[in-house]
């Protein structure tokens, strides 16, 4: 029953279409399996207070301009779970609320991971008034959801500066690289203080971190691992020289 938590890389939305990254994603889901839910905290959903998504059947969020229509076009009609919903915020003191869906962070990835979006999905913001160990506590709450066969997902990357990032692609820039180990290298040693003081983790921090959105869901997953967890990497590549699609199993 207890189920893994897992990080999602998730780059550009039009890996939805598919590509090297949605294969990896998809064979995650099929080693997975089917639970009984999903809590994803995604980079594309910030709120001043916190709030999970309630509704029964969320909409499919194109949050994004200047992608081809295809893109826009795309939807995943997964069911939502007001029960879950009404589980987290008993856990965490969310507002439920009908006023956002899925956003692309969410639904890029998992529509490749469980393409007949026939697992319930929930989202649960990013409170904006939460600092790093805030949001880490915060995520502790949520742990007893894994027993009850609930995988606790984050969405976002380690590296994001899309003021560097290469169109063309090209190789990792070396900060980049530096600082996606440094943040490898403390998930396997279970250093959680670690990865909450990221500016201290390395000193290429800043630069691979300008703004903390995309990060701060890895805490969420970090914060599940129990003693006997294992801890397993895919899709470990820095795209464009600034974006890190590393994901993380934990268990």
């Known amino acids: 029953m207890r189920q893994p938590a897992i990080f999602f890389g998730h780059g550009s939305p039009m890996n939805a279409l598919g590509g090297p990254y949605a ?6 889901g099929e080693a997975v399996g089917k639970p009984k839910g999903v809590v994803m905290i995604s980079a594309h959903w910030e709120t001043n207070g916190l709030a999970v998504t309630a509704q ?18 795309v939807q995943y009609p997964a069911p939502g779970s007001p029960e879950l919903a009404a589980r987290v915020s008993a856990l965490t003191g969310a507002t439920p609320t009908t006023q956002w869906g899925l956003d692309h962070g969410t639904w890029s990835v998992l529509a ?5 979006a026939d697992v319930p999905v929930v989202q649960l913001s990013l409170d904006r008034s939460l600092d790093a160990r805030g949001h880490h ?12 066969g609930i995988i606790i997902a984050g ?3 380690f590296v ?32 959680d203080d670690a990865l909450i003081d990221w500016v201290g983790l390395a000193e290429d921090a800043q630069l691979s971190v300008p703004t903390d959105e995309h990060y701060l869901p890895l805490l969420y997953v970090a914060a599940q691992r129990r003693p ?10 820095i795209e464009g020289g600034s974006i890190s699609m590393t994901g993380v199993r934990i268990g």
């Open 23 to 28: 294969d990896a994603w998809r064979a995650l």
């Open 228 to 237: 006997g967890d294992d801890v397993s990497f895919f899709n470990d590549v």
């Open 137 to 148: 506590a915060l995520a502790k709450r949520l742990t007893a959801l894994r027993d009850e």
């Open 56 to 73: 029964s059947n969320p909409e499919t969020i194109h949050d994004f301009g200047g992608f081809p229509d295809q893109l826009h076009a």
């Open 160 to 191: 994001h500066n899309l003021r560097t990032w290469k169109r063309a692609g090209g190789e990792p820039y070396d900060w980049a690289g530096r600082f996606n180990e440094a943040v490898k290298a403390a998930l396997l040693r279970g250093d």
């Open 112 to 116: 490749h991971v469980w393409p007949a």
């Open 155 to 157: 969405s976002g990357d």
